[in-house]
């Protein structure tokens, strides 16, 4: 009876497919996704930005989202465990982010302070079908944008396989896109340029692809890249960094405990403005990334100057 109901279902059906569910895990991911499926459909979001999604645990609602999706769009393992080991378990269709070929990968640093070996050539490329484990890779990539014009694609052209019948307005929208966030990048390259030569201190390491793509200098992070607490060691090198004079300013995460920004600034009396790689105070939605990438580099030249007039009203 039930197979009999189906086929009726099927016949009678609208020909139009439906357009695929996508999840996408974190905000600055579902922005790249709905810049391609604008005007088919959108993404639904499984973390929200005000969460840090290192230590997830998924709530039955979203693993209800899993289920129900037809392709889940993420970062990857190193990103969130947790989340990797719940699509192990619905083996949905998945594309992760840090294994589209192309795209630009570092080491997770363990140092508090990074010095010479924060991005010292370990360079790593992914490889299609190269199958060597990924362990200790940071997972912040997408604060790259050159990353990210290299997802859009990648997204495009798996959604075009996955509904053949939206797949040239997915391929427009990547094309969009992309032009979009080339002039976005060129116009931080602009914005950033005074601040290239100021030590800066973040919360958590989750901006080496960021530091990297525009030539900051970040001096260490409280916190490393897989958001674990720091130990004593960790933050008495920091605040001797601080007091040394190394560091022009520092930056707390909204998705983090500033308590211990503050063991590491107050002594020096640095600055301390807030830098969000996720995007917790903006709008969810196509224009996230771009508003994302935009505030951060506003908050890096804004901290600097502030810890600059600070040093100079010192003297
Ligand atoms: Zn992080």
């Known amino acids: 009876m039930q197979r ?5 279902l099927c016949v ?5 497919a439906d357009p695929p569910r996508i999840v ?6 579902h922005s790249l996704v709905a810049m391609v499926t604008e005007g088919v459909t959108e993404p639904e979001l499984l973390i929200p930005a005000n969460a840090s999604a290192h230590d997830l645990a998924l709530k039955p609602s979203q693993a209800r989202a899993l289920t129900r999706a037809d392709l889940v769009v993420w ?9 990797g080991r719940a699509l192990d378990a619905t083996a949905e269709r998945t594309l992760a982010l840090l294994r589209v070929p192309g795209t630009q990968l570092y080491p997770a640093r363990d140092a508090a302070l990074f ?10 490329d992914a490889h299609a079908g190269h199958d060597h484990s990924h362990d200790g890779i940071d997972p912040h990539a997408w604060l790259d944008p050159v990353n990210a014009v290299m997802w859009l694609t990648a997204l495009a052209e ?3 396989e996955l509904d053949p019948e939206h797949a040239a307005a997915y391929r427009d929208n990547a094309v969009r896109a992309v ?11 602009d914005q950033l340029e005074p601040a290239r030569h100021s030590g800066l201190i973040a919360f958590h ?5 960021f530091e990297a793509r525009f030539g900051l200098s970040m001096v260490g992070a409280i916190t490393p890249s897989d958001g674990s607490d720091p130990g004593p060691a960790r933050l008495s090198a920091l605040r001797d960094a601080a007091r040394d004079g190394a560091v022009v300013c520092a930056f707390a995460e909204p998705q983090f405990n500033a308590g211990l920004l503050e063991a590491v600034t107050q002594e020096a009396g640095l600055p301390v403005a807030t830098l969000d790689p996720m995007g917790a105070n903006l709008t969810v939605g196509s224009d996230l990334y771009e508003a994302l990438l935009m505030q951060m580099s506003g908050a890096v030249t804004d901290c600097i100057s502030m810890g600059v007039s600070q040093a100079g009203s010192g003297e």
């Open 12 to 16: 009678a059906g609208p020909l139009a």
């Open 4 to 8: 009999i109901l189906a086929l009726l």
């Open 115 to 124: 010095g010479d070996m924060g991005l010292s050539g370990h360079v790593e």
């Open 158 to 160: 798996t959604l075009a």
């Open 24 to 29: 996408a895990d974190i905000a600055p991911v």
């Open 205 to 209: 390491d989750a901006f080496q692809y």
């Open 75 to 83: 970062v990857g393992p190193e990103l969130s465990p947790g989340l």
């Open 179 to 189: 032009a979009r966030l080339s002039v976005m990048t060129a116009r931080m390259d």
